[in-house]
């Protein structure tokens, strides 16, 4: 069983800035990837970023690459969101998910249909 706990989220102004946190606590330790999908206001979801901690192998949207990064404490068992830049279109609700049991991350847009995942946080960027 793995549990996702997320905080971080909040109210700014478009060019601000946030941390998303998201703790993890498991029963059984594995080899896992963890990764964030954001639910925004009348859109689909979106995979967002997701790391492998085992390796320190990272992805992210293209739309966030360059103002968004993804990652580890091992020694608080926290996967980090820094989000920079934040734009209107940034806001929505973001979630932690856990693929464990996995050699390697899977794509971005299967991370809303995993399992483990925890309540989300939301972040709302006004203009």
């Known amino acids: 069983q793995i549990h996702l706990a997320e905080s971080g989220g909040g109210s700014v102004q478009a060019g601000g800035s946030l941390r998303l946190s998201c703790v993890i606590s498991?029963?059984?330790?594995?080899?896992?990837?963890i990764g964030w999908f954001r639910q925004g206001p009348a859109k689909e979801s979106e995979g967002v970023a997701a790391i492998y901690p085992s390796y320190g192998t990272r992805s992210l949207r293209p739309s966030v690459a360059d103002r968004f990064t993804i990652s580890q404490d091992d020694a608080k068992n926290t996967i980090y969101l820094q989000m920079n830049n934040l734009k209107p279109e940034d806001s929505g609700v973001y979630v932690c998910v856990a693929v464990p049991w996995v050699p390697g991350c899977p794509a971005l847009a299967s991370l809303s249909t995993q399992r483990y995942r925890g309540q989300g946080t939301r972040v709302t960027v006004a203009s």
């Open positions: 498991e029963s059984e330790p594995s080899n896992k990837c």
